[in-house]
């Protein structure tokens, strides 16, 4: 129960990827030059028909922590203006808007969205974005689900509220909205239109069981004249015939611009349409339903153990896949060493307030959540 770590390949991605694979080796530069966009292409629309955007939007990447890197190093902010995010992010969104201040004279301010988080609210969380943004601050950067706790927020909610601050703001002072949204990706229904962000980036080697080593980074209209790009990329041909021409060759950005360059791992990225499909075959509703359903069972099966607290909401609508809980009396490693050794593969959540996770998703049965349950009874 750890796919909020990393996936095992799905058959259909296995075998996608053991196809491209075999004919790379068979001979590389000819699948490549024969196939490459093609298929690059088909990876990107197929993460941009799931996000419900057009693919001109999506830039591949190779995980969240590449997608957070570039977007937020890459923003044109300056002296005078900051970046806004929270206690309960990631280390990657924390060190990305290092990089992106230390290199601009940009300032980042952190709040927290809830004192505890047993009372966290949606409404709560909103009205505590809305009091701290200031005429200077230019990105909000926030994660959908927690990984800290499993905290879902809400991001439709919050993205409305901004829309408010920014109609009373010229363009260049819009508040943007970036996304770490690596732990609702796969789980929820969200287009990228009801989340309402201007980045959303997601690794899709967890909850999508895509290929490892891939990712997106999904980019508003607002938000590709918002950033500079990092790498130079291999995706948009039209780079390479006018450098070659000796022509002027900078570009307005798009989700290929903005594609970090460079030959690929490409048998996985082109795998990852399969990944899609697959999430569009089983339908979208009932992969949400069927996460939140065995989520919620195993908080409830925690819940009743004596000695074990159960962190993450119960509600579905602040919560997602994650399940996040303590042990009294024991530390994190100390329960997830032991429930290794009763053939439960849990985390422990890499914050400074750590909590074990276990993260249940539409490859579990119910009767995996109950075994789980009753290894944790089985260790206190
Ligand atoms: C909130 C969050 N963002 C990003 C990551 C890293 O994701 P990736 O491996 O796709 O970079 C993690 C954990 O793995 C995470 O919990």
């Given at each position: 129960m750890s796919t909020m770590l990393i996936t095992s390949h799905p058959a259909p991605v296995r075998e996608a990827i053991g196809r491209h694979r075999d004919a790379l080796d068979a001979d590389p530069v000819a699948y490549l030059e024969e196939n490459g966009t093609r298929l690059t292409e088909a990876s990107r629309a197929a993460a941009a028909s799931y996000l419900g955007m057009h693919p001109a939007h999506v830039a591949l990447t190779d995980s969240t922590t590449m997608g957070v890197g570039l977007i937020y190093t890459g923003l044109k902010v300056g002296p005078g203006q900051e970046v806004l995010t929270t206690d309960e992010d990631y280390y990657v969104t924390h060190e990305s808007l290092r990089h992106l201040t230390d290199a601009t004279g940009a300032t980042e301010r952190r709040i927290s969205l809830f004192d505890d988080i047993s009372e966290a609210t949606d409404g709560g969380i909103v009205q505590r974005i809305v009091d701290a943004i200031r005429p200077e601050t230019r990105l909000l950067a926030l994660t959908w689900v927690h990984s800290s706790t499993g905290l879902k927020i809400p991001v439709g909610s919050i993205a409305v509220a901004l829309q408010e601050i920014n109609a009373g703001r010229d363009e260049q002072d819009h508040v943007l909205f970036g996304l770490d949204a690596v732990h609702g990706f796969g789980v929820e229904t969200d287009s990228f239109f009801d989340l309402g962000v201007d980045f959303?980036?997601?690794?899709?080697?967890?909850?999508?069981?895509?290929?490892?080593?891939?990712?997106?980074?999904?980019?508003?209209?607002?938000?590709?004249?918002a950033v500079r790009p990092?790498?130079?990329?291999?995706?948009?041909?039209?780079?390479?015939?006018?450098?070659?021409?000796?022509?002027?060759?900078?570009?307005?950005?798009?989700?290929?611009?903005?594609?970090?360059?460079?030959?690929?791992?490409?048998?996985?990225?082109?795998a990852l349409a399969e990944a899609f499909a697959l999430h569009e075959e089983i339908g979208r509703a009932r992969v949400a339903e069927r996460t939140h359903t065995l989520a919620g069972d195993l908080k409830d099966a925690l819940a009743g153990i004596r000695g074990v607290s159960v962190?993450?909401?119960?509600?579905?609508?602040?919560?997602?896949?994650?399940?996040?809980?303590?042990v009294e009396g024991l530390e994190p490693e100390e329960v997830v060493s032991r429930l290794r050794s009763r053939s439960v593969v849990a985390s422990v959540a890499p914050y400074?307030?750590?909590?074990?996770?276990?993260?249940?998703?539409?490859?579990?049965?119910?009767?995996?959540?109950?075994?789980?349950?009753?290894?944790?009874?089985?260790?206190?």
């Open positions: 959303l980036m997601a690794g899709c080697h967890k909850w999508l069981f895509g290929p490892r080593g891939t990712g997106i980074a999904a980019i508003s209209e607002r938000g590709l004249g990092i790498v130079p990329t291999f995706d948009d041909a039209r780079v390479f015939s006018r450098w070659y021409a000796g022509e002027d060759y900078a570009l307005s950005n798009n989700g290929r611009t903005l594609t970090p360059g460079g030959f690929k791992d490409f048998e996985h990225r082109w962190v993450t909401p119960r509600q579905p609508g602040l919560s997602a896949g994650i399940v996040c809980f303590d400074p307030s750590a909590h074990v996770r276990l993260t249940p998703s539409i490859r579990n049965s119910e009767a995996e959540i109950e075994a789980a349950a009753r290894a944790v009874r089985s260790i206190i």
